[in-house]
Nanobody
Framework: QVHLVESGGGLVQAGASLTLSCAAA????????MGWCRQAPGKEREFVAS????????AYANSVKGRFTVSRDNVKNTMYLQMNSLKPEDTALYSC????????????????WGQGTQVTVSS
């Protein structure tokens, strides 16, 4: 079991930057691949980024590639999402998730979810 708590969301203007954090409780953080997904009002949840268990491989949705960076610190049991050049279409509830397959960069099929943190980008 992995308990995940996101933080760092907020209201920013277009072009600004934000860094989201996902803190994991439990001793098994380093054995899980991790990811970020988001859901905008009236839309389905979509994949944003993922990172494998040792941080050596990442994957991104085309819509955020080059603007967002996912990273993790297995000592602090925390994953991050650095978001630059934010756009109004990035507005969504951002959730972090853990996957039981370690050395992967999954885009779906996550096993554990946090409650999410809201990111709102004004134009």
């Amino acid at each position: 079991q992995v308990h995940l708590v996101e933080s760092g969301g907020g209201l920013v203007q277009a072009g600004a930057s934000l860094t989201l954090s996902c803190a994991a409780a439990g001793r098994t953080f380093s054995t899980h691949s991790m990811g970020w997904c988001r859901q905008a009002p009236g839309k389905e949840r979509e994949f944003v980024a993922s990172i494998n268990s040792n941080g050596g491989k990442t994957a991104y949705a085309n819509s955020v590639k080059g603007r967002f960076t996912v990273s993790r610190d297995n000592v602090k049991n925390t994953m991050y999402l650095q978001m630059n050049s934010l756009k109004p279409e990035d507005t969504a509830l951002y959730s972090c998730a853990a996957h039981n397959v370690p050395l992967a960069t999954p885009t779906q099929g996550y096993d554990y979810w946090g409650q999410g943190t809201q990111v709102t980008v004004s134009s």
